[in-house]
């Protein structure tokens, strides 16, 4: 019997929510629940962002939520991976709309299947994709079909 995604993290209906604000100069933040126009566009080209980037965190393995010193860690350990790997990489928080939680998170410019092998070797439930013109998000931990943001209706 296949799983579904909620029942990996009961937080997975709230993905599509998601707030993204990039730690760059200028300050760039990204609702994922409205549609991207020339104006957010254009703000994550001034970033260095306009192609096709993976947004990922290693908090809270397979959704389980963790210390916040085992998450900085792992945060931490994905980091140097990277490094390690050669990509370069943007620091992100991901939050509720509201801002009451927000997980550390990287925009990292990757090939898609290396950032979402990444991704399941760090037990994450999805990631988020930016095709150069559109954010969906990408089930790991799970299968489930990608899904195109904002989530309609």
């Not at 019997?1 to 993905?15: E, I, L, N």
């Amino acid at each position: 019997m296949r799983s579904t995604p909620d029942q990996h993290d009961p937080d997975w209906p709230k993905y599509p929510e998601t707030v993204l604000h990039f730690g760059t100069e200028p300050k760039v933040t990204i609702d994922l629940r409205a549609m991207l126009g020339a104006q957010e566009l254009s703000a994550l080209r001034s970033i260095g962002l306009g192609k096709p980037f993976g947004v990922m965190t290693a908090f809270d393995p397979r959704g389980e939520n963790l210390p916040s010193e085992e998450n900085d860690a792992r945060m931490r350990r994905l980091e140097a991976q990277l490094k390690e790997m050669g990509h370069s990489f943007t620091r992100v928080d991901a939050c509720s709309p509201d801002g009451e939680h927000c997980e550390c998170s990287v925009a990292v410019k990757m090939p898609r299947d290396e950032a979402v092998k990444l991704a399941t070797e760090f037990e994450q439930v999805a990631i988020f994709w930016f095709d150069g013109e559109m954010f969906w998000i990408i089930g790991k931990c799970v299968r489930a079909d990608p899904m195109m943001l904002p989530r309609s209706s």
